[in-house]
């Protein structure tokens, strides 16, 4: 694993944005909830919640920069999802890039640990088994865009991760008090890691490596699935010292 030490100085600790009503009710208990379409429609209600409205900005610029439109169903870029913890989010899960199941045609238009997938449902098994709430933390990628090959998602690349460091550089800075950033599999860690040398904001924050949580990976490879829980348990230990 790496890490880097030190505070987020170009946005930390500005203050939680506060959420509404309707964003603090409760979420799912289950894995793979978005099979709901009724939790999906929910969700995309509350896009523009106050917690989330500037990283779904980000995604609506982000996406009108590569495509040319913010009004394309199947985007290039998901929502963020507005039961995680938005701007305020103590922890940052960044894995490698979106799947089929956040595809807005194919699965939810949200990266979450309640897709209907396997790394989805891995996600929301180890961050209850590692006592995260979910309000504690967001999740993300590194290529925040789909890379389609058909009716597929093609495999990640090290020039995909080039491709979005300038992009990543600007929704880091949008969080208002990261504790820690924690990196998923090996394009994810390449490119935090190329990040950090562009951007001395980036590169001050607290930072973690581990493996990605695909049921391939798991299932072949049960250390990692310890590897993973470990760090998310001490995610937890510096989001609750800091209370």
Known sequence: MNSGDGTFGIAGRRGAVPLSVEAAVAWPKRPRAHRDPAEVKRKLKLVDEPHVRPLNDWVRSLNHARTGSTADPESTAPWFDPSGGGVNARVLFLLEAPGSRSSASRGSGFISIDNNDATAANLYALTQKAGLDRATFALWNIVPWYLPEGTRTKATKRADTLEAGPHLESFVELFTDLDRVVTMGTFAREGWEVLRRRSPGTAA??????????????????????????????????VRARR
């Open 205 to 238: 924050l607290n930072w973690t490596a581990v493996p990605h949580p695909s049921a391939t990976n798991l299932n072949t490879r049960p250390h990692h699935r310890e590897q993973i829980l470990h760090a998310m348990q001490e995610a937890g230990r510096l």
